[in-house]
């Protein structure tokens, strides 16, 4: 999956991404017929077709249509290992130091009208990506992915040596696996022969990408996934048939839609009259789900590989900056936060705490129970801090000098667990003196907000989350928390930085890159770039009349195989 990214806190983004645990059986052999509904959540719109974003548009829930139209240069399994029959790249060989990498494509690989993938669409994607990239690049960049895998500041050439194999040659030795999958995965082939109009000026390329990414109709040409787009109405569906051409398992359902939904009450109805055939439930309508199960529904958790946090808007144009980039206050905000009350109130026990940049929930090699101690509730302790420091309380507002601690804090509206979960955390910060205003945001202008580095005008924002699948599959941190990661708020730190790179560099064995890992997670946890919040986990509902949905998914990376999906 090469999208991805950022995702809504409680709503479907975690449950189709982290349906089922099994591995990856023999799909039953049934016939094509029948319709896939997927809801999407609340408010959510599909708008960017190509699986290279700007970080406005860097959610979820478009990299679930991008996946299905564009074949990934790398697929990796819940186990986080390359599954070659799913790749682009059959074949990745590199030097000792770490340096020369030779991608060797699979020739099986064609696009919608016949034609081969080849190192021509390779070289397309990267030099767009690299204009795209640029300090200079055209609206609406700069791609998301930019230094991400040392994409491609850290690329010293790239070139073809032939139709089916690309070379990459490094400026500095990287970690073999970190280059793999957070800088080679991110360049998922497109289509020269359709999007090469100004191959001799790469700005201009850009741009022209940028424009056409966010029309439907660049999702209804050349495609080499399993899906084609052949509707997309915003507010209501986009429906996508079998790609006939596909080279990979062909899709057993004759349509698979993306549903609209207005609200968890509406997508609900849809469960209840069967309109929706894969969904979700919000934590507050657990009390109704003997509706669906009554009548054949299946209901079942499932997490991801990702974090969930509350944001503090460091960047230059927030006049909170010099506050939030206090450790002290990041502390007593963070010791205000409730996780326990949160998980067992309004998640209903479908959560697990979480103290750091990984989740304890799914297990995987990265987590470290040493390196994210718990950071216990306690709002004595919070108060005590910001006053040891200087801070006052008049009139119920934490003062300093001039600066106040009376803040907006931005949310996603239409899931009613958000909207109580920040609710919660206004009613304790008001016992420690902070005074929060609460405004609710759909989530595609929650995200256009949050990824403007020049708008001051939030300190906190509640109701996102990011998976771990993409720009950065190793959850090395670069993308978050270094001082120039494009999906960040602002935070900067040297030494943070210093521990990111170090988890870049080639190692002779993992034991040697784990404990650099280790020491990038304790330090992480610790410094609190973002307030950690608890990893929800999502109630999936799979109607009766679906197969393999809780089969066909991938509980770490989130990359749901629609087309192994079927409906009776």
Request: aromatic share 12%; glycine share 10%; charged share 15%.
């Amino acid at each position: 999956m090469k999208a991805s990214r950022i995702a809504l806190a409680g709503g479907l983004a975690l449950s189709v991404m982290a349906l089922m645990g099994a591995g990856r059986p023999t799909p039953n052999v049934i016939a094509r017929g029948g319709t896939l509904t997927v809801a999407l959540p609340p408010q959510t719109n599909l708008t960017w077709y190509i699986p290279q974003m700007n970080a406005a548009n860097d959610s979820v829930y478009n990299g679930w249509i991008q996946d299905q139209l564009f074949q990934p240069m790398i697929y990796l399994n819940d186990s986080y290992q390359i599954v070659t029959q799913n790749s682009i790249a059959q074949r990745i060989t590199s030097n000792k130091q770490g340096t020369i990498y030779h991608v060797f494509l699979n020739k099986k690989w064609h696009w919608s009208n016949g034609s081969p993938v080849t190192s021509r669409d390779v070289l397309f994607t990267y030099n767009f990506v690299k204009a795209a990239s640029a300090p200079n690049a055209p609206a609406p960049w700069p791609f998301v992915g930019a230094g991400t895998g040392d994409l491609p500041q850290g690329i010293k050439s790239v070139a073809a040596n032939g139709p089916y194999e690309v070379t990459f040659t490094l400026n500095h030795p990287a970690n073999q696996q970190w280059f793999e999958y957070n800088g080679l995965i991110q360049l998922t082939p497109l289509p020269a022969q359709q999007f090469d109009k100004y191959g001799s000026n790469w700005t201009k390329e850009a741009a022209y990408m940028g424009s056409i990414a966010t029309n439907p109709k660049t999702g209804m040409g050349l495609v080499d996934g399993p899906f084609r787009l052949t509707k997309a109405t915003p507010n209501q569906e986009w429906i996508m048939r079998p790609n006939e051409r596909y080279n990979g398992h062909k899709a057993s359902v004759a349509r698979l839609v993306f549903a609209y939904e207005a609200s968890n009450a509406a997508e609900f109805a849809a469960l209840r009259t069967g309109t929706v055939n894969l969904g979700y439930l919000d934590p507050s309508q657990l009390g109704a789900k003997g509706a669906l199960t009554s009548q054949g529904d299946k209901i079942f958790p499932g997490y991801s590989l990702g974090v969930f946090w509350t944001e503090m808007n460091m960047w230059p144009a927030s006049a909170q900056r010099s506050v939030f980039g206090q450790q002290y206050v990041r502390q007593a905000l963070m010791m205000s936060i409730d996780q326990k009350a949160y998980i067992h109130s309004i998640l209903h026990g479908y959560g697990s705490p979480q103290y750091g940049p990984i989740p304890q929930t799914p297990r995987t090699k990265f987590y470290n129970a040493k390196a994210e101690p718990a950071m216990a509730y306690n709002l004595t302790k919070a108060k005590k801090l910001l006053t040891s420091h200087g801070w006052r309380e008049v009139n119920g507002v934490m003062t300093k000098g001039k600066q106040k601690m009376n803040w907006t804090m931005i949310y996603v509206t239409g899931v009613q667990s958000t909207l109580q979960e920040v609710q919660l955390m206004k009613a304790d910060w008001a016992k420690i003196g902070i005074r929060v205003n609460l405004k609710g945001e759909t989530f595609g202008s929650f995200l256009g907000i949050t990824s403007n580095k020049k708008n001051g005008s939030w300190q906190l924002a509640e109701g996102s989350g990011w998976i771990y699948n993409g720009p950065g599959w190793m959850p090395t941190g670069g993308q978050l928390f270094s001082s120039t990661a494009p999906s960040g708020t602002g935070y900067s730190n040297r030494h943070e930085d210093y521990l990111i790179n170090q988890t870049h560099r080639p190692y002779a064995t993992e034991a040697q890159f784990m404990r650099a890992f280790d020491t990038y997670e304790a330090y992480t946890a610790s410094q609190l770039p973002m307030l950690w919040n608890a990893n929800p986990a999502a109630i999936n509902v799979a109607g009766p009349t679906l197969i393999g949905g809780r089969r066909y998914s991938n509980p770490v990376t989130g990359n749901p195989s629609f087309n192994m999906m079927s409906v009776k």
